[in-house]
């Protein structure tokens, strides 16, 4: 059978050549596990070397703790006393106002809100009083009187010069409460950038509710438990805006603002304000309309009267009572208000202060109250004032 020899042979043929492709197939795929098994173990070699890197640099990083020279492991060394990194009290307030964030990364930091309601500490909600100042705070006495008592329920941040120190004891609520600050030229943007600066370092505080701005020539006209239940009670802000149809209003208004900002939504009102949390969150979180009047409120147009009581009065206008709890006397005229010194304080006026007949809306009623602080005081009117306090204001 040819054939079928032939079919054999054909088969036997076949046999070897698969035997000898089988026989090749082993060694490739033996050549080729050897070769994947070389470049993995040197990969697995690299790989475990980088590890114990970065294990050793991580041990040698947290056993170095407290003795790192480097300044920016604070942060570390804290942590390694405290022994709880992630600890609340961390979280709800830096005990240290100084940090090195940029204005960037500071608003970014402060205009986080959590999203659960209920807070897991008793949280006491505190008034924080921001200074806006260029150097000494000559009232400092009176103030410190008025906060005698009250520890639990304020907090104090003070924007002066760029590492300018408070002259106060530490037992003073002034002592190291000056934060990370920079120039300022009266009239221009950066004063509005202070301003922002105040309110975002005074929100990593999450038990400060309400914050006011004040000036070194501020002065307070009510007891602090009288401030602090008007200022917390209250279900809305206090930041003057109105419509000024002058050149000192509308005037300053620039068509460069459209689409953006039409010149009905202008508006104008103090720089001293007054803010709850939620307004607050929301100015440090605008970058739009900030820039806008950033490039186009240049004098004589003044940021620091025209951004917040506009940007309010757009967005956030039912959070406002539009008025504010400063007094202020404009009534002479020009760029300055009338300031007081020691032969003007008498009873008569602090109490004119007080109470001058004229209600005032709060909440859904009327009040005598309206206003809690007042300016401008100049140094000499210290002493009366002093003199003064127990017997008219009450602290
Ligand atoms: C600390 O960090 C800043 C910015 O992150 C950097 O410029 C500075 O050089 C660092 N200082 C040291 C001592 O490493
Ligand atoms: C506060 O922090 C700064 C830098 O962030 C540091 O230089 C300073 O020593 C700290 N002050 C205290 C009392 O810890
Ligand atoms: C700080 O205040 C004290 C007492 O009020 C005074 O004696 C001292 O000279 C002041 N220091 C500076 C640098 O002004
Ligand atoms: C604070 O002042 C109010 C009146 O303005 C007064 O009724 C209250 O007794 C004063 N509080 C204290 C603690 O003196
Ligand atoms: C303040 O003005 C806004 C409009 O910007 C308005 O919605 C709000 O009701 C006003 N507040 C009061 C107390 O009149
Ligand atoms: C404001 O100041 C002017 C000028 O000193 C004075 O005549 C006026 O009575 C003051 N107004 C108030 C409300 O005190
Ligand atoms: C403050 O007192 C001085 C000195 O008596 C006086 O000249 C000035 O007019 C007074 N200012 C006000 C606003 O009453
Ligand atoms: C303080 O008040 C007393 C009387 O109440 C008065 O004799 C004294 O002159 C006042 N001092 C100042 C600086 O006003």
């Not at 790989?47 to 920016?72: A, L, M, Q, W």
Request: a positive charge.
């Amino acid at each position: 059978m040819p054939r079928s020899r032939n079919e054999k042979d054909e088969i036997e043929k076949y046999m070897g050549l698969s035997k000898l492709a089988q026989v090749l197939s082993f060694l490739v795929v033996f050549v080729a596990g050897v070769v994947l098994g070389l470049v993995m173990s040197s990969h697995i070699n690299q790989h475990f070397v980088s590890k114990t890197e970065v294990y050793s640099f991580i041990n040698h990083f947290s056993t170095d703790g407290p003795g790192v020279k480097d300044e920016n492991c604070t942060i570390v060394r804290d942590c390694g006393k405290a022994e709880d990194c992630l600890s609340m009290n961390a979280l709800l307030r830096p005990k240290n106002l100084t940090h090195r964030l940029s204005d960037n990364e500071l608003f970014w930091r402060a205009s986080m809100v959590p999203q659960k309601e209920e807070y897991p500490y008793k949280r006491v909600p505190k008034v924080a009083f921001m200074f806006l100042t260029r150097g000494a705070l000559p009232l400092l006495p009176l103030w410190e009187r008025l906060f005698r008592g009250h520890e639990k329920l304020f907090s104090i941040y003070v924007h002066a010069l760029p590492g300018y120190k408070l002259n106060v004891s530490t037992t003073s609520p002034f002592h190291r409460r000056e934060i990370p600050s920079q120039h300022v030229s009266w009239g221009t943007v950066t004063l509005a950038d202070a301003e922002r600066r105040l309110l975002a370092n005074a929100l990593l505080d999450f038990s400060n509710e309400r914050f006011v701005l004040l000036s070194e020539s501020c002065i307070p006209v009510y007891n602090f438990s009288t401030i602090y239940n008007y200022l917390i009670g209250s279900t809305q802000s206090f930041v003057q805006a109105y419509d000024e149809p002058t050149r000192y209003g509308r005037g300053r208004y620039s068509r460069r603002m459209l689409p953006d900002i039409k010149l009905y939504q202008w508006r104008k009102g103090s720089q001293w304000f007054e803010l709850n949390r939620a307004l607050a969150v929301y100015i440090v979180s605008d970058t739009k309309y900030y820039t806008l009047f950033k490039k186009y409120c240049l004098p004589a147009c003044y940021p620091d009267e025209h951004y917040l009581p506009t940007y309010i009065n757009m967005f956030h206008g039912p959070l406002n009572s539009n008025r504010t709890v400063t007094w202020v006397n404009w009534s002479i005229g020009g760029p300055h208000p009338v300031t007081y010194g020691e032969a003007n304080v008498t009873v008569d006026f602090i109490q004119a202060i007080r109470n001058n007949g004229t209600p005032c809306q709060y909440n859904t009623q009327t009040t005598s109250i309206c206003y809690l602080f007042a300016r401008k005081f100049a140094p000499s009117a210290l002493e009366p004032l002093l003199n003064l306090s127990s017997s008219v204001m009450k602290f």
